[in-house]
């Protein structure tokens, strides 16, 4: 019986925490390019800018990803001069994967374009702005200085870094560090009673 009361005890116990580091989030969010389209060449030349409006409506940070996905045709990270001409022959990221996950790990300003000949030109490029997260620092007691900063700046040094993953932006669940430092110090003194 009391090995039946410890092995429930243990199980709700597990089960409780594993709901606690599910739960947990880093808030981060993957960005689908296009939406349902998805990184294609804009259907006419009034959509030569639909990738920058699409852009300029969503805020990036750190650690956010954009998911590309194509048939026939490739995204590459470039810089300024080779995204205002629409050509590049040593870019910073390259992928012809058909589903490419962008992975946001520096701030900074982020320069795509499609790979295949002309697809640039009739639009299929895009800026990227991506914010530095800074976290305000407390302000020390009786202090009569000025309000914190906002928690986001934009940041003006490029440094575009890939990685593989919505018009649909959705947070990505992930288990924290202190979660699982949390998990494993009240699961191994259960093992050993």
Same mark, same amino acid.
């Given at each position: ?139 020390? =007691?009786?202090?009569?200085? =000025? ?6 700046? =934009? ?39």
């Amino acid at each position: 019986m009391a090995n039946l009361f410890r092995s429930c005890s243990l199980l709700l116990s597990v089960s409780l925490i594993i709901i606690l580091c599910v739960q947990s989030r880093v808030n981060c969010t993957e960005f689908e390019v296009g939406g349902h389209d998805g990184w294609i060449v804009p259907k006419s030349r009034d959509n030569d800018q639909m990738y920058n409006q699409w852009a300029s409506q969503n805020r990036f940070k750190v650690d956010d990803t954009l998911r590309f996905k194509y048939s026939k045709d490739s995204v590459l990270v470039v810089s300024e001069e080779e995204y205002e001409s629409c050509r590049s022959t040593k870019p910073l990221f390259f992928s012809n994967n058909g589903d490419t996950v962008f992975k946001f790990e520096h701030p900074g300003v982020y320069y795509f374009i499609s790979g295949v000949r002309g697809h640039c030109d009739k639009g299929q490029k895009m800026i990227v702005k991506v914010l530095a997260v800074h976290n305000p620092k407390p302000e020390p =007691p009786h202090s009569h200085s =000025p309000a914190p900063a906002p928690a986001f700046t =934009p940041a003006s040094t490029p440094a575009p870094s890939p990685s593989h993953h919505s018009n649909a932006a959705r947070p990505i669940p992930l288990l924290s560090i202190t979660n699982l430092s949390l998990f494993l110090i009240l699961l191994v003194p259960m093992l050993f009673t």
